[in-house]
């Protein structure tokens, strides 16, 4: 934003002291000729504007609007007016001699568009010389939106967004460029909200102006340790400049479906079966029970939202307000925010001091099923697994249970008998203030304070199974969450041009400090029912020795001193350099606790050259290429120093002692892992503006991946060390392309298309003293009954690789034929199920990435069409591999239980197995987002815009995957797995109003 | 202008102080302990000694611990397939069949756990010698002899099952050593010193402040364990010193014979004048999943009304019909130590089955498993030789008894009769199957000669596909594994007992054919030769 202010203030030769500035505005000034006054209006109301500077060009002459946008100045008669105010076009106006002298100035889009937010700064897009995508409001997904990340699907090449889980409660998932890291942890990107830490849902989606996303090294370096899976930089709606109070109100109300529901065996199903004598007759329960049916429902959600701007040129402010009332598919599953965000702007001493405040607060509280988190998959496994024939109720009215399965429970009574309740309160404080004691010079100093609360509450009745078969006697937990987040940033910043020479040079200093605090106590053995959680001091547990109680607090900080270089000649060449120095407390005490991390990029924008200018196709046209180190951070602290932890009892002379034990071994060599990546890329824009796009190609090498590395011990005291050991390289192509196909006043189409590859593999596991015989580890876990490994993680090899049993038939007494490693067939007896027969069965993780938006304009009529896709990766699917062995008889069935197998006749008889015919093709396409608006011109006196729309999330899928969806969990090293107890995916629908006063 | 230039200056300065005063990396650790800066107190003894002993309760109890390496490998129990898993990739399976691999999860665990009781005692002892643990002379005399103990027996279990191990005493080391891989005899020896050498510091006290440590009468066990099985650690015998090491133990007069085996596992057994070394168990503080869950792995879900449990067990675990077979009816070691027959509510309500083709009709457990690969929840004798306490959860209370008087009187009793000593031997026996024939004890009567017989079970290939007939004729003192087998099952040992009488890689049984004689030892685990170069895999595998 400092950026713009430049450009409305012109140079003055001479600095002042601050008390002569307060002055300047009423006695600076020259010989005095003539006055000349007017009205200043904008040019889509018509409305006066106030605080709009006018200035006499060439002096430091100049006044201010007042609020009925009138002004009045004295100048010479040949003067030039400079009228100008922020979001607004600057013009400048001779006086030619006239005295009455009313402008119209037209609201500046075109600037805001241009300007990108960059780390700790912004830049001019035509001066970026790294890859970063920017998405404004307009370009946001539609509809039931309810995170930051899901404003972002299929809008940045390169960036996959997913929402696997239609749990209210649930986040989007993020991945930038690929997998980097073999620990697991550390994969989101870096979320800045208005340049302070935040998360996915530190405010509401339509409180968000634009979204700028920092995805190659050079970009992110200047965040050091925290850059290496993007950095997501987002702009919150902002009062600024002068307002003629305006007041915008929103609702959005939506309801759910699944994605793609499964089909189970029915009652019918079960009676034909046994009919068929292919079931026993005991199995008939007598009744006929739709157990999905009987936890789901159909959903109401609403989103209220309402934003408030105001003030003037020197002070102005926005407030808005946020209800958001999710209800989820299931029974009981919920989440309902209120959050609210004050952002107040003041500026004197003639805009060379400003301030800003700015405070969010979000309260947020969730029915939870689950102990502690919202719907607990397990209540929806049962569902599946429920014997269709049985009923909801007993006859004496209570919940029908079968004590003696195992794993086997009533699903609707888990939800009825279990009460619980997550409540939080975040708020966040910030102030900002930005000095600007020289021309050139911009100084700013940001402090923030965040703190977050929760209580939990958790109670299941008597009636729950807990006490029926468990013998609890009722249970409560209750557990408390408590973070801060102080954050303290200097910048300064030094602009200077000189001749066709352009320098920018920041330097800065951060300091942040986290703190983390949580309990959680459990009891058991109530008198009574009533109080749900509320009384956890009534049970007996406690005094029976069978109560559980849990504390974790930890303190961590991050130093930072980081600098950057812009330089551009000539509007041609540009060169960014920049270097972040840092050290966290994770590597307290290890020998080399602070990083360094610099970048460099350059840019060549060949289309200011002169031999291009015959090129008249080319508007623009900009060669870049960046190279930067971004580190991850060790996600455990104290990494570096052996550590003792107090481990299991002993019984030592009769009392029961807790023994203290090595909890891990010391690293001094301990660091960042660090991802070198260079970045090669084009941006252009040609025929006339009417396409645009870039096209980028990137190398990520991440060095000295943490890992556990096995040890012996003894002599260690632990049998793993964490230690720097592996190499992994991301590779990839993005190209972004994007059309005005059809442009005139009555008819637009736009399209938007990009696509993204990543190839990714792993390259070493070994450093110097730490040596690897096997070059390769086991991941992910299919559960109970299975019990295995599902993916490989091997040195040479991508990771998500699935690696089981080949199969390749069914012999003719239903027992599996498989295919070995050297690829020879066996049967069931001569297969010996080792690990050493396992092989890679696909990846879990797609090498292609597409996404096409369109967007249609006819006079005032909008159609949004969103599709996306991803292609060439597989999927492990637990629902089939669990429920559709018709071996399995006490648990509820897929109906494709009863399709034959390979085409054998005879049904499966092998017990259930992981194994190749469970994993499936993955690839889809999605048109998932289909929005149709109609906006309304001013309707009365009061409503200057109204829109109205309807539109779908997740609307169409295109998959030969046979289950709820192919979007699946693509986190961690065991992507691909759709695990049988997830919230299943949903399909939205929503109508929405908007309304501006 | 001064003033400016005044202003500007200062906001620079504010500028560094706030930037030098804020490069300092927080150190505030809420959770854990920074090891090199703490400094134990005499309060901190106990906690320090006892981190060493938890490794014994979780190397046997744990999952695929020891208990398992040494039981499902025998020829008594089995976890067949069942209609709810425990297939889990076959690693039951491989245990039962003979067929594990260097990175088989019980190899793995056997490995790991148990040297890290090792780990643990090198640091103690290394604490304790440096003067890091406060301790007098008496005190620090007493805890050493007791360290060393406690690391030999952790020692013992990784000479007996995989023989050749590396050899490592020494806590303080420079980086990157690694140790050398010894022989089982150096390992033998290695093993054989500490014990004796300690043994005279050892507390002598029997009583509770010993309970669950290494007293000089767990340490003269142990040692009688060591010299039993000599001749299959070193190939020489040493009957005679086990019988010395016995007759310590006997002589003490500290212990008896409980009147009732069943004294020994009932779930207050904490004051068995039995128990000898036990592993303290009590589900308000051992309460490590799987620590000692032996109800869970063996009954079915039903069960769980039987004894009113607050999980329902997994249904998994059962004897093997040949060694059922091999029981007198009126054993009462059969008749009290195993669940079998028509299973009720803990009120007496017929319980139905609820897994598999059986699911309805009654729960009755038959003596009968049709084969590894498959079983329904009716098959197999349950083990119920521990008490299972009405309303337990998934731990037991019960402690479990690594070292016991009637093993201490069984050891001597073999020695003897290897050595000739035949009706001594069988005067002893004959005591310890007095308890188990009450009703008829005539049947606990027997002979010198008919220790010296073969065994009764009928060894050979036993399940739905096959059938073979091998017999035990031929094993000689087969009679006295037969004794061994009646009064020890459950108890995590058989494996042992099996390769000492020279049927472990011999015979068949149930699904389980011989795999080759090299099985007697367990593989070098895949984790241990990854990290340490200096390991050299056992011959076989």
């Known amino acids: ?997 | 202008m001064k003033k400016h230039k005044f202003t500007y200056k200062g906001i620079v300065l504010l500028f560094l102080i706030a930037t030098v005063s804020c490069t300092k990396l927080e150190d505030t650790n809420y959770n854990t302990i920074v090891a090199d800066e703490f400094t134990p107190t005499s309060d901190d003894v106990a906690a320090l000694i006892s981190s060493a002993y938890v490794d014994w309760r979780n190397t046997l109890l744990l999952w695929n611990g020891i208990w398992r390496s040494q039981e499902l490998t025998g020829d008594e129990v089995v976890i067949p397939a069942r209609p709810n898993g425990w297939v889990d990739g076959g690693i039951y399976k491989r245990l039962h069949q003979h067929t594990w691999t260097p990175d088989h999860d019980a190899v793995e665990q056997g490995w790991s756990r148990t040297y890290n009781g090792i780990t643990n005692c090198n640091k103690i002892i290394y604490q304790t010698e440096s003067g890091y643990i406060p301790m007098d002379e008496e005190q620090k005399t007493a805890a050493l002899a007791e360290v060393k103990v406690l690391r030999a027996s952790y020692y013992y279990l990784l000479m007996d099952l995989y023989g050749n191990v590396p050899l490592d005493t020494d806590f303080d080391v420079p980086e990157g050593y690694l140790p050398e891989q010894k022989s089982r005899q150096e390992i033998y020896d290695f093993v054989v010193s500490e014990i004796t050498e300690n043994i005279d510091d050892l507390s002598d006290s029997p009583g509770q402040e010993m309970y669950g440590r290494f007293n000089k009468w767990a340490a003269y066990t142990l040692l009688a364990k060591v010299y039993l099985n000599a001749e299959v650690y070193t190939g020489t015998p040493q009957w005679e010193k086990c019988i010395e090491a016995c007759q310590e133990v006997i002589d003490s007069g500290n212990f008896i014979l409980e009147p009732d085996q069943k004294n020994v596992f009932i779930t207050e057994n904490q004051n068995s004048k039995e128990i000898i070394f036990a592993l303290a168990i009590d589900q308000n503080y051992t309460t490590e999943w799987n620590t000692f869950d032996i109800h869970m792995q063996t009954l079915q879900p039903a069960n769980q009304a039987t004894y009113d449990l607050e999980q329902s067990p997994w249904g998994g675990m059962a004897a093997i019909p040949q060694f059922i077979d091999t029981f007198d009816p009126e054993d009462s070691r059969l008749t009290e130590n195993f669940i079998y027959g028509q299973q009720y509510t803990s009120s007496g309500e017929i319980l139905n089955s609820t897994l598999g083709s059986y699911a309805g009709e009654p729960l009755a457990f038959i003596n009968e498993i049709p084969s590894v690969d498959r079983s329904e929840g009716i098959h197999g004798y349950r083990f119920g030789k521990f008490e299972i306490a009405l309303g337990s959860s998934n731990i037991l209370n019960n402690d479990f008894p690594v070292f016991r008087y009637a093993d201490v009187l069984m050891m001597k009793a073999e020695s003897l009769l290897r050595t000739g000593k035949s009706e001594e031997a069988a005067t002893i026996v004959t005591e310890i199957r007095e308890r188990a024939f009450k009703s008829n004890p005539e049947k606990a009567e027997v002979t010198g000669a008919e220790l010296q017989e073969g065994t009764i079970y009928d060894y050979g290939l036993r399940n739905e596909n096959n059938s073979t007939n091998e017999g035990g004729e031929d094993i000689p003192y087969g009679r006295f594994l037969d004794e061994l087998g009646w009064e020890f099952n459950q108890e995590g040992r058989r494996r042992q007992d099996m390769i000492r009488f020279g049927v472990f890689t011999s015979k068949s049984w149930f699904s389980h054919n011989p795999n080759g004689s090299y099985r007697s030892l367990y593989p070098i685990p895949q984790s241990a030769l990854n990290s340490n170069s200096n390991l050299t895999q056992n011959p076989g595998y």
């Open chain 1, 1 to 997: 934003m400092q950026q713009f202010f430049f450009t409305i203030w012109p140079k003055r030769k001479r600095s002042r002291g601050l008390l002569m500035l307060v002055f300047l505005i009423s006695f600076c000034g020259y010989g005095q000729e003539m006055s000349v006054s007017g009205t200043v209006t904008g040019d889509v109301d018509g409305l006066p504007l106030p605080g709009v500077n006018v200035i006499e060009k060439g002096t430091n002459n100049g006044v201010v609007t007042n609020m009925d946008g009138e002004y009045s100045i004295e100048v010479s008669p040949q003067a030039v007016l400079i009228f100008s105010s922020l979001g607004f076009e600057t013009r400048e106006i001779q006086v030619n001699n006239q005295n009455q002298l009313d402008v119209q100035l037209s609201e500046d889009l075109e600037s805001l568009d241009d300007v990108v937010v960059v780390g700790y700064g912004t830049q001019r897009k035509e001066e970026i010389t790294s890859a970063v995508s920017s998405v404004d409001s307009d370009e946001f997904v539609k509809g039931n939106v309810n995170d930051v990340g899901q404003l972002l699907q299929g809008k940045v090449a390169g960036l996959s967004v997913s929402q696997p889980s239609g749990d209210p409660t649930g986040t989007s998932q993020i991945r930038l460029r690929g997998t980097s890291t073999i620990l697991g942890g550390n994969t989101d990107p870096l979320i800045l909200i208005d340049g302070i830490p935040g998360d996915f849902r530190t405010v509401p989606p339509e409180d968000i102006e634009s979204i700028d996303v920092l995805k190659d090294g050079s970009a992110a370096a200047i965040y050091g340790t925290r850059g290496t899976n993007g950095v997501i930089l987002v702009t919150t709606k902002r009062a600024s400049g002068a307002y003629t109070n305006r007041v915008d109100y929103s609702v959005n109300l939506s309801t759910q479906q699944i994605a793609n529901q499964l089909d189970l065996l029915t009652a019918d199903d079960y009676r034909r079966q046994i009919e068929a004598g292919t079931r026993e007759a005991n199995w008939d329960l007598g009744s006929s029970t739709d157990w999905m049916d009987a936890i789901t429902r159909t959903p109401f959600s609403q989103v209220h939202n309402l934003t408030f701007r105001g003030g003037n040129q020197q002070t102005n402010y926005l407030a808005t307000a946020n209800y958001r009332g999710l209800e989820g598919i299931f029974l009981k599953s919920d989440n309902e925010t209120f959050s609210g965000r004050v952002d107040i702007n003041h500026s004197m001493f003639d805009d060379k001091l400003k301030f800003n405040i700015g405070i969010i607060g979000r309260s947020n509280n969730y029915t939870t099923t689950g102990n502690g988190s919202s719907f607990n998959g397990y209540t929806y496994r049962q569902a599946i697994y429920r014997n269709p024939t049985e009923p909801i109720y007993a006859d004496d009215g209570s919940f029908f249970e079968q004590l003696g399965n195992l794993d086997y429970e009533n699903p609707v009574a888990r939800i009825y008998e279990s009460d619980g309740e997550n409540r939080s309160q975040f708020n966040r404080y910030n102030a900002r203030i930005i000095y600007e004691p020289l021309d050139d010079l911009t100084l700013n100093a940001t402090g923030s304070l965040s703190r977050y609360y929760q209580t939990r509450g958790y109670a299941e009745s008597k009636n729950h199974i807990s006490t029926i078969r468990d013998g609890l006697n009722g249970y409560v937990s209750n557990g408390t969450t408590e973070t801060q987040e102080k954050l303290l940033e200097l910048t300064a910043q030094y602009e200077k041009k000189i001749n066709k020479h352009n320098f920018t040079l920041l330097g800065g200093y951060s300091y942040q400090q986290n703190y983390y605090r949580d309990y959680y106590m459990e009891n058991r053995d109530f008198p009574t029912d009533v109080f749900s959680y509320h009384n956890i001091d009534l049970g007996n547990g406690i005094n029976e020795g069978r109560a559980n109680v849990e504390g974790y607090s930890e303190k961590s900080n991050l130093i930072g001193f980081f600098s950057r270089l812009n330089y551009i000649f000539d509007n041609k060449y540009i060169l960014m350099g920049s270097v972040r120095y840092e050290a966290a407390s994770q590597l307290y005490r290890a020998h080399v606790p602070w990083g360094t991390f610099p970048a460099v990029s350059a840019g060549w924008r060949v289309s200011e050259e002169s031999f291009m200018d015959n090129i008249g196709f080319i508007n623009d046209l900009k060669l870049r290429a960046g190279y930067g180190v971004t580190g991850t951070p060790n996600s455990d602290g104290f990494g570096a120093v052996p550590l003792l932890g107090y481990g299991d009892f002993f019984n030592y002379n009769g009392t029961w002692v807790r023994t203290l034990v090595p909890s891990q071994n010391p690293n001094p060599n301990l660091k960042w892992e660090e991802k070198h990546e260079t970045n090669l890329g084009l941006d252009y824009t040609i025929f006339d503006n009417r396409i645009t796009g870039s096209v980028d190609y990137y190398v990520r090498d991440i060095q000295d991946l943490l890992f556990d590395f096995s040890v012996p011990s003894p002599p260690n005291l632990y049998s793993t060390t964490r230690a720097n050991v592996g190499v992994m390289r991301n590779s990839g192509l993005e190209v972004a392309l994007n059309i005005n196909i059809y442009e005139q006043e009555d008819f637009q189409w736009t399209t938007n298309m990009n696509f993204s590859t990543n190839s990714n593999k792993l390259e070493s596991l070994s450093n110097d003293l730490y040596q690897t015989t096997n070059d390769f580890f086991t991941t992910g876990g299919t559960g109970p009954p299975i019990q295995t490994t599902t993916h490989i993680v091997e040195v040479g090899e991508p990771i998500g690789n699935f690696y089981g049993f080949k199969v390749v038939g069914l012999d003719e007494e239903g027992l599996w034929i498989y295919e070995t490693p050297e690829g020879e067939t066996q049967s069931y007896e001569e297969f010996s199920h080792s690990f050493g027969d396992k092989q890679v069965l696909g990846n879990g993780l797609p090498n292609y990435y597409a996404n096409w938006n369109n967007t249609f304009r006819y006079k005032n009529l909008d159609l949004n069409i969103s599709m996306r896709g991803a292609f060439d990766y597989q999927i492990l699917n637990f629902e089939r591999m669990f429920t559709e062995n018709p071996s399995m008889q006490h648990y509820n069935r897929l109906a494709s239980s009863e399709e034959n197998v390979f085409g054998q006749e005879t049904p499966l008889e092998a017990p259930l197995e992981y194994n190749s015919y469970y994993v499936e093709d993955g690839d889809f396409w999605k048109i998932d987002n289909i929005t149709v608006g109609y906006n309304f011109d001013e309707i009365g006196n009061y409503i200057k815009t109204a829109r109205i729309s309807i539109s779908s999330l997740n609307t169409f899928t295109f998959t030969n995957y046979s289950g709820i969806d192919p979007e699946v969990d693509w986190s961690g090293l065991s992507p691909g797995n759709d695990g049988r107890d997830k919230y299943p995916a949903t399909r939205t629908f929503t109508l929405g109003l908007n309304v501006s006063f």
